[in-house]
């Protein structure tokens, strides 16, 4: 399931990964058995969740007020398995046209020993013919630092038939 995290409003328009979004969006009322594997859904006291339809593209969206009817969004969308939208909303399924491996810039906390921090720098993307299966961890030695961090993919989703 696809789940968006919308961009704060002042946010740089110009980052790859950044979608906008014309959508209907839908509070969604929680029932019995949604999130029961992994707890519930993790959506903050403070979110609404809402569902963002776009044609055949369904978004997941903790928003922060409740919205319905036609919304504009930008943010990031994400692929999510593990509890943060219900089990019962609706998938998006796509073909998968392009793969990139993101690569961000990590920086020491200023408050916390051992915490890393997205570094100001923008992240760099590798075009890749598949998934890696995993990314490597932090390095030993303290400083900034570069780490492969996800994957970015083009998904094409088809119109109606």
Known sequence: ??????????????????VTLDALASPFAFGDGDGAEFGGPRIAEEDFPTGLDCGDLHVFWPAPRS????????????????????????RTVGTVARVRVVTQEYVPSPTEERLYLHGDAPPRYRDVPRSPTRFA???EEDGPYWAESGVLVDLEIPGPA
């Open 1 to 18: 399931m696809l789940v968006l995290v919308a961009d704060e409003p002042d946010a740089p328009a110009s980052e790859e990964s950044a």
């Open 137 to 139: 961890g932090p390095p």
């Open 67 to 90: 919205c319905s009817g036609p919304v504009r969004v930008r943010g990031r969308l994400f692929e999510e398995h593990h509890g943060s939208a219900p089990e019962r909303f609706p």
